[in-house]
């Protein structure tokens, strides 16, 4: 049986976009280099109501030290031309308390994710963003579904993931939240990515 710690997807990882003519990465978060970005895009009006971690300096570095220990997710942040503009929380289903809701497949993966740079808000960076990642999951090839649980309240990422190719199946209690379970089949991200490729998005 092939073990997730060897499939998993690696980073860093490069997509040079033909059709925005921009270079869109993702890194590994560096505790020492992120924590000071990362807990001040988690006070911006925009990621407040849907994280709630605007918290203390201390507290969020013991939150994130935390998250970074966590071997079932693999936290990231995303980049546009270098610039760091995005985070994202990569993670396997199965250990993660959304495998409670659904019949997951051993290698199903799950994504949440924020624009923290509020210059790259409204400008349509969060789609060749969010496609970069899922074509990047889709290479593990025994995962034939990657899934996201957004915030009920939170109507444009919603949209922005049924864009990407994902559906709706059904709403979610949480802990922290009320979501909305969304699947993305391999099939239908491939036919979104074939027509962001094709520019017909």
Same mark, same amino acid.
């Given at each position: 049986?092939?073990?997730?710690? =060897?499939? &998993?997807?690696?980073?860093?990882?490069?997509?040079?976009?033909?059709? =925005?003519?921009?270079?869109?990465?993702?890194? *590994?978060?560096?505790?020492?280099?992120?924590? #000071?970005?990362?807990?001040?895009?988690?006070?911006? +009006?925009?990621?407040?109501?849907?994280?709630?971690?605007?918290?203390?300096?201390? #507290?969020? &570095?013991?939150?994130?030290?935390?998250?970074?220990?966590?071997? *079932?997710?693999?936290?990231?942040?995303?980049?546009? !031309?270098?610039?760091?503009?995005?985070?994202?929380?990569?993670?396997?289903?199965?250990? !993660?308390?959304?495998?409670?809701?659904?019949?997951?497949?051993?290698?199903?993966?799950?994504? *949440?994710?924020?624009?923290?740079?509020? !210059?790259?808000?409204?400008?349509?960076?969060?789609?060749?963003?969010?496609?970069?990642?899922?074509? *990047?999951?889709?290479?593990?090839?025994?995962?034939?579904?990657?899934?996201? +649980?957004?915030?009920?309240?939170?109507?444009?990422?919603?949209?922005?993931? &049924?864009?990407?190719?994902? =559906?709706?199946?059904?709403?979610?209690?949480?802990? !922290?939240?009320?979501?909305?379970?969304?699947?993305?089949?391999?099939?239908?991200? +491939?036919?979104?990515? #074939?027509?962001?490729?094709?520019?017909?998005?």
């Amino acid at each position: 049986m092939v073990s997730k710690l =060897t499939a &998993k997807p690696s980073y860093p990882f490069m997509n040079n976009d033909p059709i =925005t003519n921009r270079k869109f990465s993702f890194r *590994h978060v560096s505790y020492n280099d992120d924590v #000071a970005l990362l807990h001040s895009w988690m006070h911006e +009006e925009h990621v407040i109501p849907f994280w709630k971690l605007n918290i203390s300096l201390e #507290a969020y &570095k013991l939150h994130l030290q935390n998250f970074l220990n966590d071997q *079932h997710q693999t936290l990231l942040i995303g980049e546009v !031309d270098g610039v760091p503009v995005s985070y994202w929380e990569s993670y396997w289903v199965e250990g !993660d308390i959304i495998e409670r809701f659904y019949e997951f497949e051993p290698f199903d993966q799950g994504i *949440h994710l924020l624009i923290g740079n509020k !210059d790259y808000l409204g400008k349509g960076f969060i789609y060749p963003l969010l496609l970069t990642i899922l074509f *990047h999951k889709f290479q593990v090839y025994q995962t034939n579904k990657v899934i996201a +649980e957004p915030d009920i309240r939170n109507e444009k990422m919603i949209h922005v993931f &049924k864009k990407c190719g994902f =559906t709706s199946i059904k709403e979610v209690v949480l802990p !922290d939240k009320t979501g909305l379970l969304m699947f993305c089949e391999r099939e239908n991200f +491939e036919r979104r990515w #074939a027509d962001w490729l094709q520019n017909k998005f």
